[in-house]
């Protein structure tokens, strides 16, 4: 089922800071949509636009997919769906951080202080960008390590790729397109993401990449690249 990807890109720049740019992705296959991330709920109207001048409108996006619950990736989930019509997919380890707008969910439990420290920053950085709030939601489907999205129309896959948190997913096609999440990212140079739950699922997360003949990864953050390019900047840590 051959289909058509367009790569939604925004910026995250406040001023003179700019903190690079988050991605969304729109599959097209016949006349039906997946879209993966739905950015911050302050792009909102740069999203609808994009949607619409796809061809994407209410009634043909059949699936969300939610590669992992933080705000730059969940912000427009809620509205899409009264808005489109479509279900929501993500992994059970997220659900509760988009029912509850509590990312800390999702990952290890650290010390009170780091925790606090991390929600003040978070809540800076809100402010300072104005991101928007978080709006809480449910999924309809919790999609796991295997499953496949042609009910949906779509030729991909679901890959569990814990590391930049437990429940982290990506979506890979039979063409060898990778669609990430925050596993990897494209600042300077493709590379592992920096912000890191647990370090040794991160790697064991990246070590299976090499293994599933991924030709393109199309990251949360920053322009595609090969797998070759990666693996040639890649080093563990």
């Known amino acids: 089922m051959p289909q058509e990807i367009k790569t939604i890109t925004f910026p995250m720049q ?3 800071i700019n903190m690079g740019v988050t991605n ?11 879209l993966i991330d739905t950015a911050f709920a302050n792009k909102r109207a740069e999203l609808v636009k994009e949607l619409d001048s ?18 730059d990736h969940t912000g427009n989930g809620a509205y899409l769906r009264q808005n489109y019509g479509a279900k929501i997919g993500i992994h059970r380890y997220e659900a509760g951080v988009i029912e509850n707008g509590d990312s800390s969910l999702s990952r290890r439990k650290r010390p009170l202080h780091e925790r606090i420290l991390g929600g003040i920053i978070l809540g800076v950085l809100s402010l300072f960008f104005r991101f928007g709030n978080f709006e809480r939601f449910s999924a309809d489907v919790c999609v796991d390590d295997g499953d496949d999205l042609s009910a949906y129309g779509f030729d991909g896959k679901v890959i569990h790729l814990p590391g930049h948190s437990r429940g982290s997913i990506g979506i890979l096609t039979s063409a060898g397109d990778l669609f ?13 993401h920096s912000i890191v739950d647990d370090a040794t ?35 563990p840590r």
């Open 14 to 16: 406040a001023g003179i």
């Open 201 to 235: 699922e991160m790697r064991a997360s990246i070590q299976r990449l090499k293994s599933l003949g991924i030709k393109t990864i199309y990251p949360g953050h920053g322009q595609p690249f090969s797998m070759d390019s990666f693996l040639e900047n890649y080093q």
């Open 54 to 71: 796809a061809g994407c409108r209410p009634g043909n996006l059949k699936l969300i997919v939610i590669t992992h619950a933080d705000l």
């Open 180 to 192: 990430c999440g925050d596993l990897l990212w494209n600042m300077s140079k493709p590379g592992a």
């Open 24 to 34: 969304c992705y729109l599959l097209k296959a016949a006349d039906s949509y997946l």
